[in-house]
């Protein structure tokens, strides 16, 4: 290969990737709108309870998307792990960056992380299920998404 030129296989490999994340970004979504539409009142006390009154998008794609990708990039610089162990470093950056989404609540510092470990399990559970499903890939990454937000 030449310097300066990207295969088409890599390119299709990154895209592939990308729509992986969108995908678990939208599964979460969902599961969160889900639980915002069946449970009003449980959506906005958790977010207060969080003590981050942003919208779950912002949740989502803001910070379990970037976490995601912060776990990803981890895991590609060690060598061969199992699933437990990529579940446990996901889980920890989930943790991490949801325990510092705000510093003003010092006690709430636990169940930010406990929340932020479930989502991105849910990233990990979603790569799995989806991965050898094309079709339900594109509906979860950009077709369902748009619905929940309108």
Request: hydrophobic share 55%; proline share 3%; charged share 15%.
């Amino acid at each position: 290969m030449e310097s300066g030129k990207i295969s088409t296989n890599s390119r299709m490999d990154v895209g592939i990737y990308a729509l992986n994340k969108l995908a678990g970004a939208g599964t979460v979504l969902v599961l969160l709108s889900l639980l915002s539409w069946g449970w009003p009142q449980s959506w906005e006390s958790l977010s207060a309870m969080l003590g981050a009154d942003i919208p779950m998008e912002h949740w989502v794609y803001g910070y379990a998307l970037i976490a995601s990708l912060v776990a990803d990039a981890i895991i590609s610089l060690l060598p061969a792990l199992s699933r437990a162990r990529q579940a446990a470093i996901y889980g920890a950056a989930g943790f991490l960056s949801f325990a510092l989404l705000t510093g003003e609540d010092e006690q709430m510092i636990w169940l930010r992380g406990v929340v932020g470990m479930a989502i991105l399990l849910i990233f990990v559970w979603s790569r799995r299920v989806l991965a050898t499903r094309p079709l339900r890939t594109i509906l979860c990454a950009l077709i369902i998404p748009l619905f929940c937000l309108l």
